[in-house]
């Protein structure tokens, strides 16, 4: 069994008793600086078709994994009795397009990411963590490390490269990219992929965009056809079974969750609910490592019900290690700082203008 503090402290408290080397990064950061990549959000901005639709009035929800999650189980059924499971596919389909044009549409615009909350997220991460995974799919972290190119690419590498073959606005994934025996960079993971990486479907090559404008890698879908190989690299299935599946058909992805495994340093968890159904196979990478070590977890203040609710879970998920779990308030973390949260003076005109 874990060791586990009931009690949520402040982020300093327990930052000043270890070096912290990694840092697992969830949803909860995206969405504490932009509320729009919030699910409600996501989907008052999508147009499923009707049958869709229902199924997110069934599930009284919008929940995209979950819906996902609702669509395989029907489809499961299905084999069973030997039905054609055609619609079912092109349901799922629906869904996940649906989720990453969500995403894209729902973004942060570039010219409302001001250049000082760049610089406090790029500052954090290079200066605090030798790894940064991320299960986020938005371009938040992408636009802090570009804030300042010449700072911030001598001490970060996402594992992308352009050399030997540079082709202007394509990088391929190289696992040795930007390390080398003199310098150890802080190194960056996507876990479940993000809106500006892609894979190839005929080469099995994954690769990453880029952009002088860094707004144009909001409309990355032109770049996706039915005869185009290229799709977008984005983990979206509905459970963490289906999630490892999809990772495991790709170099990069599986080269991220491996690295997670094996990475024996203590942990800061933040803005992750490590869900159940969703997220299993990141816990497990977690927890795998044999190393007895230190996971920080930040929680939103809450009443002292649930928050011991919450704490009894994450032991659950470490209960068969020897990991010592700490809680931490998230508002007093650099990437929960309530300072870092952009207003929402125009949330009614955005969502007009996705319908």
């Not at 010219?111 to 371009?139: G, P």
């Not at 979206?236 to 079974?241: L, T, V």
């Not at 992750?272 to 159904?277: D, M």
């Not at 609710?309 to 990437?335: C, G, I, Q, R, V």
Request: charge should be negative.
């Amino acid at each position: 069994m874990p060791s586990i503090e009931y009690e949520l402290r402040d982020w300093e408290d327990v930052r000043s008793e270890n070096s912290w080397p990694t840092l697992l990064i969830g949803n909860g950061a995206s969405v504490n600086l932009w509320s729009h990549y919030r699910y409600e959000s996501l989907f008052a901005r999508t147009r499923f078709s009707t049958p869709v639709n229902k199924v997110f009035t069934e599930l009284d929800g919008t929940n995209f994994e979950e819906a996902l999650e609702f669509i395989r189980h029907g489809r499961v059924v299905a084999e069973a009795l030997e039905h054609s499971t055609a619609e079912y596919l092109g349901l799922y389909d629906e869904i996940k397009n649906g989720l990453f044009d969500a995403v894209n549409s729902a973004h942060l615009p570039h010219n409302r990411f001001s250049i000082d909350r760049k610089l406090r997220i790029a500052d954090y991460l290079v200066e605090t963590h030798q790894r940064v995974f991320t299960t986020n799919y938005d371009l938040t972290i992408y636009w802090s490390l570009m804030a300042d190119k010449t700072k911030y690419l001598k001490l970060i590498t996402d594992h992308f490269s352009g050399n030997p073959r540079d082709f202007g606005d394509e990088l391929y994934f190289d696992p040795y990219a930007g390390v080398d025996s003199f310098r150890r960079p802080t190194a960056l993971f996507y876990l479940h992929g993000a809106i500006h990486l892609w894979q190839d479907d005929e080469t099995g090559e994954n690769g990453k965009w880029r952009s002088v404008d860094h707004a144009n890698l909001l409309q990355l879908g032109a770049r996706y056809s039915a005869s185009e190989t290229k799709r977008p690299l984005f983990v979206s299935e509905g459970n963490h079974k289906e999630k490892l599946r999809t990772i495991m058909r790709s170099p990069y992805l599986w080269f991220c969750i491996e690295t997670l495994a094996n990475d024996r340093g203590d942990t800061v968890v933040f803005g992750h609910s490590l869900s159940e159904r969703q997220d299993m196979h990141i816990a497990s990478a977690l927890a795998h490592s044999a190393k007895e070590k230190q996971i920080a977890i930040s929680l939103r203040p809450d009443s002292a019900a649930s928050l011991r609710f919450k704490m009894a879970y994450f032991e659950e998920k470490f209960s068969n290690t020897k990991h010592k779990l700490h809680f931490f308030d998230s508002t007093t973390h650099p990437l929960g700082d309530p300072a870092l949260t952009i207003p929402e003076e125009d949330w009614p005109s955005l969502l007009a203008k996705a319908k």
